[in-house]
């Protein structure tokens, strides 16, 4: 591949257990667009949930055998809902689990990569659930639970989220601007990546007198797309490589 070929970034898949239009969209991005990237950073809920590298599905193994196929190394960051993606799925699927925040060196410069839920400081409950679910304790005991019950439970949480996600104003789940520009001050990078939100865009800002960005990745479950990173900087793009359209983008 070229020494400038692009690095791209993907997140918020939600990908079911079995295969599905999702799937088929994500599997053509990985024969397409990812096989002349420099780099490949997913940026969690690859899956709708995760209950364990024990409790794969058919989708995730078809997902797992395209990924292992590329060329360029895939760096994963866990989301909110697939926190649980361990070393053995990650071996399988030839990605390197990485730290939240990522620092990384893009072609277009340095550049912070995460999930992006613990930006959403003002969603008190989902911090709090964030924290539990994230703590070494609470990971032992639920994969220490039989898989019907692992499966049930996630099933259950799937459905009180959507529920408490319905009943929140869009201020309150998008990010928290003194969390975002503190994010800039701690990682003293010019640009800040990450998903969560479903609210894809590329903000221009100004941080401690600094011009900075802050690119928010789609969801594939509403309108699929990615961000491309070429030394020209950051540009989002649908599936067929075309320009997000202008309509979907957030202000």
């Known amino acids: 591949m070229s020494e400038t070929a692009p690095a791209l970034v993907i997140s918020d898949l939600h990908l079911e257990r079995e295969p599905g239009p999702t799937l088929n969209a994500a599997l053509a991005f990985l024969d397409g667009p990812a096989r002349a990237a420099s780099a490949l950073y997913i940026l969690g809920d690859l899956f709708e949930y ?12 078809q997902l797992a055998a395209a990924l292992s196929a590329l060329e360029a190394p895939v760096m994963f960051i866990h989301g909110n809902r697939d ?53 070494e304790a609470w990971q032992r005991d639920f994969l220490a639970q039989p898989l019907e019950q692992r499966i049930a439970r996630a099933e259950t949480m799937r459905e009180a989220s959507r529920h408490n996600g319905q009943m929140k104003a869009a201020a309150i789940t998008d990010v928290n601007g003194e969390a975002v520009a503190a994010t800039f001050r701690d990682g003293d990078v010019p640009l800040l990546i990450h998903g969560h939100t479903h609210r894809p865009a590329i903000h221009d800002l100004e941080v401690a007198g600094q011009p900075r960005q802050r690119c928010v990745l789609p969801a594939w479950d509403e309108h699929p797309g990615f961000l491309e990173l070429g030394p020209e900087g950051p540009v989002l793009r649908q599936l067929d490589e075309t320009p997000y359209p202008a309509h979907l983008l957030h202000a």
């Open 83 to 135: 926190f649980l993606v361990g070393p053995d799925y990650a071996a399988r699927a030839g990605m390197t689990l990485a730290p939240e925040p990522l620092h990384a060196t893009l072609p277009c410069g340095p550049a912070l990569l995460m999930h992006g839920d613990s930006l959403c400081t003002d969603d008190s409950e989902h911090m709090a659930f964030r924290q539990m679910v994230r703590s």
């Open 50 to 61: 995760w209950v364990g590298d024990d409790a794969s599905h058919p989708a995730a193994e």
